[in-house]
């Protein structure tokens, strides 16, 4: 007898509307844009808990990149923390280090953990590779508002310069985490 499955293997990545939503109020007096350039993408009329196509989303975020700036991108990306309910719990950074994973994970479907993984370095360093369809200015981003939120404390979140970079083709960036001097 055939069978159809929801999860079958043509079936794209999705990302859950509350994290556009999230993206979108982070962008304050920049939103219109945002959703203009959405609904250029085929996103619109984005409901909490619905999901959208996620290379579609990675796309616009690229778009936004492009016409607004990386600089732009990542503070919209460090203010998403800001426009979401944070799970409790998350108060140390071996503990906040390895929640990217799980997180994209609950946020996104088809797509794993988004190829996000982490190795704890040391005393409040780390290091993060992202194999996410997002930008990597993105990641960074919401890496660093994440752990700057969560934490209370100053982030340093330094893209890897002489590895692999997702801008040049290949399929991951590794972030180097550490704790900015107080200086
Ligand atoms: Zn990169």
Not at 126 to 132: E, M
Request: aromatic share 8%; hydrophobic share 40%; net charge positive.
């Amino acid at each position: 007898m055939l069978t159809t499955s929801p999860t079958s293997p043509t079936t794209a990545p999705t990302v859950r509307g509350g994290n556009i939503l999230s993206m979108l109020s982070a962008m304050g007096a920049f939103r219109p844009m945002g959703e203009r350039i959405l609904q250029d993408h085929g996103i619109a009329f984005v409901s909490p808990d619905a999901w959208y196509d996620l290379a579609s989303y990675a796309l616009a975020l690229r778009t936004i990149a492009t016409r607004m700036g990386a600089n732009t991108l990542f503070m919209i990306g460090k203010e998403i923390p800001n426009h979401i309910d944070l799970p409790p719990g998350l108060d140390r950074f071996e503990v906040v280090v390895g929640s990217f994973g799980p997180a994209f994970a609950m946020n996104h479907r088809g797509a794993g953990a988004g190829g996000i993984t982490y190795e704890v370095t040391g005393d409040w360093t780390g290091r993060i590779v992202s194999a996410t369809p997002y930008p990597c200015d993105f990641d960074r981003s919401v890496i660093t508002g994440f752990f700057e939120k969560l934490l209370g404390a100053r982030m340093r979140v330094a893209h890897d310069a002489f590895g692999p970079c997702k801008k040049r083709g290949d399929a991951t960036c590794l972030h180097i985490v550490s704790r900015a001097s107080a200086s």
